[in-house]
């Protein structure tokens, strides 16, 4: 991350996907307090059918069948769009932390010749979007971010300069997350379920998008003297948000970061607990475009510095008749 990474065009959000224990109606999320992580809350005969998927790990499944339901919510995004037109960007932390940490056990036991041949491919962290890029056609190009905490956010900026140089004219972004091994620290905060966007240029939308998102990456405490003028940058030709949201753990960086918006720009910002990954500011992102309402700004940052903004600008307002 540089310190200061800006969207420099809008995307529409044509499709929304999303499987979470917290819900898989974006506009009816449920995003206070814990959610399980476990696996047992996911139908995968019913999201994905009954063959073909005992060996792909949990992030990926989660992942495919997210991905299927905003495709499906966008209605055919792909006709009359080329393979090598479309990209994807992911954002993950955990997705495949607990496979890895199980081949670590084979190979310093029994030996890496016990690694399941099944399994094994699902050793790069890559090869989540790689399937997802294999069932919709994804020729363009494929990006999988894991920085700490802002990757899912991190993946519509880094769709959205894609888009802008040419390189696809549709985008798949977001984030999936899986389980954290029982014995990592985190674990208790572990993450589980995915969150994909279908975002295009306006000029490829259909007319009842969800709305546009614009997101700036930075770096704390780097990027704080040029902070106000970014966050302005950010807001130019943009509604003023009626609020805004950090979605972080307790540490300077969050406390600075909330000092910011609130003081700089003036906006209403409440702060909201962390989880162990990239998914809970992407579910926000979600359910705030799914709703009614003003444009808003979602913030999230991990304690060593990095730290995202987007801006969700809902299509529709609240009818408040």
């Not at 670590?104 to 030996?111: A, H, K, L, N, S």
């Not at 010749?113 to 491919?121: H, I, M, N, V, Y």
């Not at 984030?175 to 000029?203: I, K």
């Not at 909201?272 to 799914?290: E, F, K, M, Q, Y």
Request: contains cysteine; hydrophobic residues 45%.
């Amino acid at each position: 991350m540089t310190a200061i990474d800006m969207n420099v065009i809008d995307l529409v959000v044509t499709g929304i996907g999303v499987v979470s224990p917290r819900g898989c109606d974006p506009a009816a999320l449920v995003l206070d307090g814990a959610a399980g992580a476990d696996d047992a809350w996911f139908d995968v005969a019913a999201e994905l059918g009954a063959r073909g998927y005992k060996y792909v790990p949990p992030s990926c499944r989660y992942l495919l069948a997210a991905t299927r339901r905003a495709v499906a919510d966008a209605g055919d995004p792909f006709a009359g769009v080329p393979e090598t037109e479309r990209g994807m960007a992911l954002g993950t932390n955990s997705g495949i932390a607990a496979l890895i940490d199980a081949m670590d056990e084979t190979v310093t036991g029994p030996g890496a010749e016990r690694l399941s041949p099944a399994t094994a491919p699902y050793f790069s962290i890559n090869t989540l979007a790689g399937r997802v890029a294999m069932d919709h056609g994804v020729k363009g190009w494929n990006l999988t971010l894991t920085s700490p905490r802002t990757a899912g956010l991190e993946s519509l900026l880094a769709g959205s300069r894609a888009v802008a140089a040419g390189r696809s004219t549709l985008l798949l972004a977001g984030s999936t997350e899986a389980a954290l091994p029982a014995h990592h620290p985190a674990h208790a905060d572990s993450e589980a379920g995915a969150a994909v966007f279908v975002l295009q240029p306006r000029s490829r939308s259909r007319a009842d998008h969800y709305g546009t998102c614009r997101t700036v990456t930075f770096s704390l405490p780097a990027a704080e003297p040029q902070l106000e003028e970014t966050l302005i940058r950010l807001l130019k030709d943009a509604p003023t948000p009626e609020a805004a949201l950090v979605i972080a753990d307790a540490s300077p960086v969050a406390a600075t970061l909330a000092r910011h918006l609130r003081d700089d720009l003036g906006i209403p910002t409440d702060t909201a607990p962390a989880a162990a990954g990239t998914l809970l500011p992407v579910l926000h992102l979600a359910r705030t475009l799914s709703r009614p309402g003003h444009p808003r700004l979602l913030a999230t940052g991990s304690p060593d510095g990095a730290c995202a903004v987007t801006l969700a600008h809902p299509r529709r307002l609240p009818d408040n008749t």
